[in-house]
């Protein structure tokens, strides 16, 4: 009841002082020093109200990096307990990616706010993220190296998902994206337009690779460490994959009973499809990279020089085989009755099983470079065999001549074999060929 008496009282003492204010002014003219007494009252208040206007902004403001730097406080230590358990470091790679954008989105759109950098939040985010990428290797390579070993070496049809993954990272590097049904699986996986029989090894090697990339796009300050990691990735295939099959381990894991021309084919062929998308995982990390960095992306030709070593390597193992059967039947070409021998029959067989093994794995290419290894190998027996025989035997001369056309017959029924290298400087020691029988190409 004061309170509302006193305001009543001073209501009624201000109405009256202005109208007698009011009153004042409006019976007598207002002097010129009482005009220029109002204008410099008008400006003092407007500086007034503007210096008000500013301490109320940098009141308003230090309130926002106060507000951050709290949020801030409160995601660290949630982010840090979560480090103490290892939360996030055993998320798939795809859920971590989502965590570090939104983070990192947050970080950013907050520095914008206050105008000032945040680097508790930043830091934890960057040791956390280090702390995925150590586990994610090491879940990966461990993943690749159970997959090598427990695989069965046998081709697999290849999920859409895969052609895809494969489709996104040939596009824009010269090869031309394979079209797929989301919903079809292929007897082979094209890398551009070229088909490549495969493992199931190769499928899942392929995710690998894509999700490497993923992370690093994603995280690109961090492109340097992973494609480090990436490298790393890639020797482990190629070691393991020539320690299964070129050294035979894979007797020991998968209760294969010997390792066949077939295996070395698949073998070739898990080692072709890396080969292949090596200069697209090269590109894709070039853009990644910094140009002071590039000077990293050496390693590539290295590890792609590697590779392809390796599929020379397993070429040159076929064609050893071929050989051994050679030295096994050796002792059968005898040459001493004018007729085809039971050696170079056994021979000829064998070559028609290994073509029949290798024909719906290797591309027509790839067979021709296979059976010309074989052809030559033939070629320089044979011509061994006449060097060290006495040809003016009329037998042996008709026998040697009746065991090369023999195989030439044979040889030339299989598609894609060169058959014409078999007689390459056989007629130099004498020997009487007929006109070359036309090699199928079809």
């Known amino acids: 009841a004061v309170a509302a008496a ?29 005009g220029a007494g109002a204008g410099a009252s008008a400006e003092e208040s407007l500086e007034s109200r503007r210096a008000q206007y500013e301490r109320l902004l940098r009141s308003s403001a230090l309130v926002v990096v106060d507000a951050c730097q709290q949020a801030h406080l409160r995601c660290s230590k949630l ?7 290892n939360n996030d470091v055993n998320l798939a790679a795809s859920n971590f990616i989502e965590l570090f954008k939104a983070a990192y989105k947050f970080i950013s759109t907050s520095e914008r706010l206050c105008g000032r950098r945040c680097a508790d939040l930043r830091g934890v985010m ?35 998902e895969c052609q895809l993954l494969v489709n996104r990272l040939v596009t824009g590097h010269g090869l031309v994206p394979h079209q797929v049904n989301d919903k079809d699986s292929l007897k082979a996986l094209y890398i551009g337009e070229r088909p490549v029989r495969v493992i199931g090894v190769v499928v899942m090697f392929v995710k690998i690779m894509a999700e490497y990339c993923k992370c690093g796009q994603e995280m690109p300050s961090f492109a340097a460490d992973i494609l480090a990691r990436l490298y790393d990735t890639l020797r482990l295939f190629n070691q393991q994959t020539c320690h299964l099959i070129l050294k035979a381990e894979a007797l020991k ?22 080969s292949l998308l090596i200069p697209c995982l090269k590109s894709r990390f070039k853009a ?10 050496s390693e590539f030709d290295t590890i792609d020089a590697d590779y392809t070593k390796h599929a020379r390597d397993l070429v040159a193992k076929q064609v050893s085989i071929m050989e051994d059967v050679w030295a096994r039947n050796a002792k059968d070409m005898t040459w001493s009755k004018g007729v085809v021998t039971a050696g170079a029959k056994a021979v000829a067989i064998a070559a028609g099983k290994l073509h029949n093994a290798l024909k719906d794995i290797l591309l027509p290419q790839d067979l021709t470079d296979l059976f010309s290894g074989v052809v030559k190998l033939f070629n320089a027996r044979l011509k061994e065999a006449a060097a060290g025989r006495d040809l003016r035997d009329k037998l042996v001369a008709v026998g040697l001549a009746a065991d090369i056309m023999h195989l030439e017959e044979k040889l030339a029924a299989m598609e894609h074999v060169p058959v014409q290298e078999l007689r390459t400087g056989i007629t130099e020691y004498g020997i009487v060929l007929p006109a070359l029988l036309s090699a199928r190409t079809s």
């Open 6 to 34: 006193a305001a009543a009282a001073g209501t009624d003492s201000l109405s009256h002082s202005r109208s007698s204010s009011l009153l004042s002014s409006q019976g007598r003219p207002r002097t010129q020093t009482e």
């Open 79 to 85: 982010i840090q307990a979560r480090i103490k358990d």
């Open 126 to 160: 960057l040791t956390q993220a280090k702390r995925f990428l150590e586990k994610f290797h090491h879940r990966e390579k461990e993943k690749l190296s159970l997959l090598l070993i427990n695989e069965l070496w046998h081709p697999v049809d290849v999920p859409s």
């Open 253 to 274: 894991h998968t209760g294969l009973k010997t390792i066949t021309a077939k295996h070395l084919s698949l073998a070739g062929q898990a080692v072709t499809v890396v």
């Open 288 to 297: 990644m990279l910094s140009e002071r960095m590039h000077v990293l992306l």
